[in-house]
């Protein structure tokens, strides 16, 4: 009798652990598949947004000429900016009122059959102006400063540019204070900039009132290690605020602030030092903020002439950088900044560059480029913005009432409920869905699926519910 009762009590609890087990798996099995949740507030905006896309064009951008490179550039971008002298356009006066403008007129062109918002950087300056011989270009010192006895001679050449252009309507001046820097001072030459910048600004604005220009074009660079509760003003270069501080209290008048670089050191465009490579978007916020907080610089439209998202990790994977790239922009976009141009738009046959382009060397899209478009058509200045809140530290959100942008930190796939509708993310995908209404008492939700095609396809997607799908990267047979 008591080995029928020990037995008894025995399968008694082995049932009860059973139960336990399975009832402990179910509710596993039921919150992995819930995944993620993410609350988009749909009551009142948060911000407007007054991003658009552009590039900066380079030497390298030679297939952007074709009808490909064309198509790409006009759905992507809406601004585009070229050199006045350097990468990609010659001498543009040679000798002291000599004009060539062969390379400029061919360049602004090519913004002008795209479509482009047109932007020209006002760098770098002839030989003659640096103590170099009239009639002789040594591009081993593109980079040097005019002398300050030639500060209007350089200002004299920009009203030229500005007024043989005159549908260009933004000019940025200088780039990165490049010839700028004073050893026997250990720091920038602001003083020297400043005083060519008024000369340019005056210059312009004597016969092209209606021209946008902007400065210092400073390098911003970064010592915090993200996520970080370092103040920005501790951990930005205090080199290049230096240089803000002084121009915003000093210059002759400006439309807008220009800086440029990424949350790593400077000089390294890649930002090889960045460990957490998705919360290091949070720089671009933390120099935004800290530009806000300065005199002259609280609502100057503010600027990214060269903007470089970072990593540790050796780009090899466009879908990766491609996810980064969204991630910062989105950072980038919510700071207030209208602008943030990567560095060229043409990569080599896969799209890889600084590190990654809109079109590859055969003038193809790449992830980059349908994510830009994305940006371009759906969350474009004038759009209002919602709060969207993350259960997940591996997703970003951008909201619109129309659109929602979702960015995959991790390279494998993740389960998210927008507003209780379950959408699947791909390893690293940037994913564009129509804006759920948050509902109330969940009903049966649809997941967001898509058909693959062609074996190189790229990973971001436009999607449009219910039970439809539109995958936004089939490459052109």
Known sequence: MRIQSRMFFSFVALLLLGVALLSFSYNTYRQQAAGSSVTIDLSTPEMTSQFSTGATHTQDDNVSYTTSGKQLLQSALVYQNVFMMGWGSENPEPSPGLYDWGDLDARVQHMRDTGATMMISLCCAPDWMKGGQPGETDWSKLTDAPLPDNYADFAELAKQVALRYRDVKYFQVWDEMKGFWSNSLNRWNYEGYTQMYNAVYDAIKSVRPDAKIGGPYVNIASSATYPTSTPAERSLDQSALAVLSYWLSHKHGADFI??????????????????????????????????????????????????????????????????????????????????????????????????????????????????????????????????????????????????????????????????????????????????PALAATPSRSWAYEYTPVHNAAHNVFITHPPHTSIRNDERKK
């Open 258 to 435: 220009v800086v440029d670089g990424g949350p790593g050191p400077r000089d390294d465009v890649l930002n090889s030092g960045v460990t957490n490579e998705f919360a290091a978007g949070q720089f671009y916020a933390d120099a935004a903020n800290w530009i806000r907080k300065q005199p002259g610089g609280e609502t100057l439209p503010l600027g990214w002439a060269e903007w470089y998202p970072g990593s540790s990790q050796d780009w090899n994977e466009l879908d990766h950088f491609n996810a980064v790239m969204a991630n910062d922009m989105i950072y980038t976009l919510k700071s207030g900044a209208f602008y943030a141009f990567p560095w060229g738009t043409q990569g080599d046959s896969s799209g890889f560059n600084l590190p990654e382009t809109i079109m590859t060397s055969q003038g193809q899209p790449t992830p980059q480029y349908y994510t830009l478009k994305a940006f371009k058509d759906y969350f474009g200045p004038g759009t209002r913005l919602y709060k969207a809140t993350s259960s997940s530290p591996d997703i970003t959100v951008l909201a619109s009432s129309a659109k929602t942008m979702l960015v995959n930190h991790l390279g494998s796939s993740q389960t998210v409920n927008v507003n209780s509708t379950q959408v699947t993310l791909q390893p690293f995908q940037v994913l564009v869905i129509d804006t």
